[in-house]
């Protein structure tokens, strides 16, 4: 039963502290996308990637939030230095390039920073 | 700008009852339509898609959903709902390099 993996599943910090999430995309997916949900904010959409390359991070606070793809198996989130609004679930999807934005998620990481 | 509209927050029914839950959308081709339910503490889960084609598509656990271009809608539907569907559910449109969630309805069914 292939699934999107997300760790850690919760996190509790400090506010300063960097935080990084991880999402291990389903095996031969070739697309990964990072949302936050809140429930003030919803659904927001931060980042993507088609074959590891960053197509769009325009969703994503620059300064503090960084999205990476080191191989095909592991996508990361970083939150240097967090501060107390980046308290949020944020989910990892994958899918197909080929698949016109199907996406299945991950179970999501609950970010509580002090 | 492109956007994707549920405009009931939340719905309660009973139990066998039928659902319909709606979808309005706002862009100029045909997008890429989407159901995603969201039990409490999971991820999003797809319930059903629509890319081209018959109208009316079918999904997971009984739903169904139907595009009407005139209406730019994609409600989806269930003719009997089960204790089990309570959720919050996102209706999501995809275009050429955008992808935008609802703001999601929550579905709570009583006995």
């Known amino acids: 039963d292939a699934r999107v993996t997300q760790t850690p599943r919760h996190k509790v910090t400090e506010m300063g502290q960097e935080v990084t999430m991880r999402c291990q995309p389903i095996l031969g997916h070739n697309t990964v996308f990072w949302y936050r949900q809140t429930m003030m904010q919803g659904l927001e959409l931060l980042a993507y990637?088609?074959?590891?390359?960053?197509?769009?991070d325009s969703g994503m606070p620059k300064d503090r939030f960084s999205a990476e793809m080191p191989d095909a198996t592991l996508a990361t989130l970083k939150i240097q230095p967090s501060e107390p609004r980046d308290s949020a679930v944020y989910f990892c999807a994958s899918g197909l390039v080929n698949a016109f934005w199907e996406q299945f998620f991950g179970p999501g990481t609950r970010l509580t920073v002090l | 700008a492109q956007s994707v509209t549920q405009p009931d927050i939340h719905i309660t029914v009973s139990e066998g009852a039928s659902l319909e839950l709606r979808c309005n959308y706002s862009y100029g081709a045909t997008p890429y339509l989407f159901w995603y339910v969201q039990s409490p503490g999971q991820g999003l889960q797809l319930l059903l898609k629509?890319?081209?084609?018959?109208?009316l598509v079918q999904g997971i656990k009984g739903f169904e959903a139907e595009f009407k271009r005139s209406q730019s809608s994609f409600n989806l539907r269930k003719p009997s709902v089960h204790w089990s569907d309570a959720a919050e559910y996102f209706c999501?449109?995809?275009?050429?390099?955008?992808?935008?969630f609802g703001t999601g309805t929550s579905l709570t069914v009583i006995p």
């Open positions: 990637f088609r074959n590891r390359a960053p197509l769009d």
């Open positions: 629509y890319f081209s084609g018959d109208t």
């Open positions: 999501a449109v995809g275009t050429g390099n955008q992808f935008y």
